[in-house]
C-alpha cells in the first residue's frame, strides 16, 4: 500500500499563501488520482482537489477554484497544492489520498496521509 506524508502547512493571515506537499512512496496502479481533503473542527472531512497522475486531470471543490492549484512533481512522486488568497474558512487540517482511479468520492480512496494543520487567521 502506498505511504503518502504531507508537508508545508502552518499558521498564515488571511489573504496569504501555503503549498501543501504530499510525498507518495511509490506511484503505481494503486495511486492513479491523488486527492486533497480537509476537515475543519466540528466539520465533516469534504474534497478540495485531485489531480490523475496519467494525464494530469485535475479537478476542484467550488470553494476553492481559482485560488488553489493542484500539480505533479513527477520526479520526486510528490502532489503539490498552492494556496494562494487564503481565508479564515480554509483552516483544517488537509490530508491527501491515493485512489485506483479518478474520483471524488472520499471512500473509493484507499491510503491516507497523516494530514497537516492550515490555519488561516489575523
Known amino acids: 500500500q502506498v505511504q503518502l506524508v504531507e508537508s508545508g502547512g502552518g499558521s498564515v493571515q488571511p489573504g496569504g499563501s501555503l503549498r501543501l506537499s504530499c510525498a507518495a512512496s511509490?506511484?503505481?496502479?494503486?495511486?492513479?488520482?491523488i486527492g486533497w481533503f480537509r476537515q475543519a473542527l466540528g466539520k465533516e472531512r469534504e474534497f478540495v482537489a485531485l489531480?490523475?497522475?496519467?494525464?494530469?486531470?485535475?479537478a476542484y471543490a467550488d470553494s476553492v477554484k481559482g485560488r488553489f492549484t493542484i500539480s505533479i512533481d513527477n520526479a520526486k512522486n510528490t502532489v503539490n497544492l498552492q494556496m494562494n488568497s487564503l481565508k479564515p474558512e480554509d483552516t483544517a487540517v488537509y490530508y491527501c489520498?491515493?485512489?485506483?482511479?479518478?474520483?471524488?468520492?472520499?471512500?473509493?480512496?484507499?491510503?491516507w496521509g497523516q494530514g497537516t494543520q492550515v490555519t488561516v487567521s489575523s
Open positions: 489531480i490523475r497522475w496519467s494525464s494530469s486531470y485535475t
Open positions: 489520498a491515493a485512489a485506483p482511479f479518478l474520483t471524488m468520492r472520499e471512500t473509493d480512496f484507499r491510503s
Open positions: 511509490e506511484h503505481t496502479f494503486s495511486n492513479n488520482a
